[in-house]
């Protein structure tokens, strides 16, 4: 099976010797699932048991090393944030109400 990237615009797709690591979406956590589908701005995304997010779109804060390893993993908390520029036409608008 094939492994790519969720976010809208990457190609990434897992291939051995990238150094790209793919991640599972937090199905099990619905306030951290649900901050990650805020961070991807994809209207009307549901994430399946075969849904990743690829290691380009968090940061190095987001990893810890794990004692006796050079193995990064995921924090628990982390939330991607790194996604590029998002088609004007394709975002959410946001509606300012002005008060009389």
Sequence with gaps: M?????????????QKGSGIQFH?????RSSVLANWINEMKRKNF???????LCSEHFT??????RPGSN???????AVPSIFK???K??????VVRQLL
């Design 46 to 52: 549901k994430p399946t048991k075969y849904s990743y």
């Design 60 to 65: 190095n804060d987001d990893y810890q090393i």
């Design 24 to 28: 599972h979406f937090p199905l099990k």
């Design 2 to 14: 094939v492994i790519s990237c969720s976010s809208y615009g990457c190609t990434n797709r897992r």
């Design 89 to 94: 036409h394709l975002q959410k608008k946001k």
């Design 85 to 87: 520029e998002f088609p």
């Design 71 to 77: 193995v990064r993993w995921l924090k628990d908390d």
